[in-house]
């Protein structure tokens, strides 16, 4: 029963390049969570998407940053243009339901390294 | 808004001593539910215990326990009989109904 797949585990780009994270939640979830962890720093929470659905985004940047999750296949999390601000890891995590009991299984995420 | 604190950037506590890391929390709703998590130097994510906000006894798991005191609105985890494997990051999280928010985080280190 395989965890949450996030991939790639390693992403180095150029500034201006698009960078797409995917993440494969546990078999049977339907919620997915996004997060992103500056150096140091703790987990800021991104958007947070059910399939074909986008829930809450209020911790997504305005511009340049994208996120889906569609009836079939993985979440995907898409920056454009990337700065070296974006450097980064992103964590995805998922959960069966929306309910506040229900623990999250994370990924191991992406590290993001802009150039 | 929801908000979580973690008002200690780093601890250090003796091998084989319990150390406490704090956590305070804001939220309106009545159903929610707190969370401890580990990350080592590896980076990966490890969940470590949970507490329901109508659970009326503290949570226990191995040597975690969070004392939860809901009137105060805290959940402060406790380590029992530190291990150097311990050393690490630790984030508390609460999660309602609509999304799961962390703290900033504390960082432990385990003396020999």
């Known amino acids: 029963n395989a965890g949450v797949m996030q991939n790639p585990r390693h992403l180095v780009r150029r500034r201006g390049q698009e960078a797409r994270l995917r993440c494969s939640p546990m078999k049977g979830h339907s919620h997915v969570y996004w997060y992103r962890q500056l150096p140091e720093e703790g987990l800021k929470f991104m958007v947070y998407l059910q399939k074909e659905n986008i829930i809450d985004e209020s911790g997504m940047p305005k511009e340049r940053f994208s996120a889906e999750f569609p009836k079939e296949g993985p979440s995907i999390l898409r920056i454009q243009q990337v700065v070296r601000g974006d450097s980064a890891a992103y964590f995805c995590?998922?959960?069966?339901?929306?309910?506040?009991?229900?623990?999250?299984?994370f990924g191991e995420g992406s590290r993001l390294t802009v150039l | 808004a929801q908000k979580i604190t973690q008002t200690q950037p780093g601890m250090f506590v003796q091998e084989k001593e319990a150390v406490t890391l704090d956590c305070t929390y804001d939220?309106?709703?009545?159903?929610?539910?707190l969370f401890w998590y580990k990350q080592p130097s590896s980076g990966e994510m490890i969940f470590l215990i949970y507490q329901g906000s109508y659970d009326e006894q503290n949570a226990t798991e191995g040597r975690y326990s969070l004392n939860f005191q809901k009137a105060r609105k805290s959940a402060n985890l406790v380590i029992s009989a530190s291990q150097l494997g311990d050393s690490a990051m630790y984030f508390c999280?609460?999660?309602?109904?609509?999304?799961?928010?962390f703290g900033a985080g504390t960082r432990l280190t385990v003396k020999p």
């Open positions: 999280a609460m999660r309602d109904n609509n999304d799961m928010r």
């Open positions: 939220t309106s709703d009545q159903s929610y539910g």
């Open positions: 995590a998922s959960s069966s339901n929306r309910v506040a009991t229900g623990e999250l299984f």
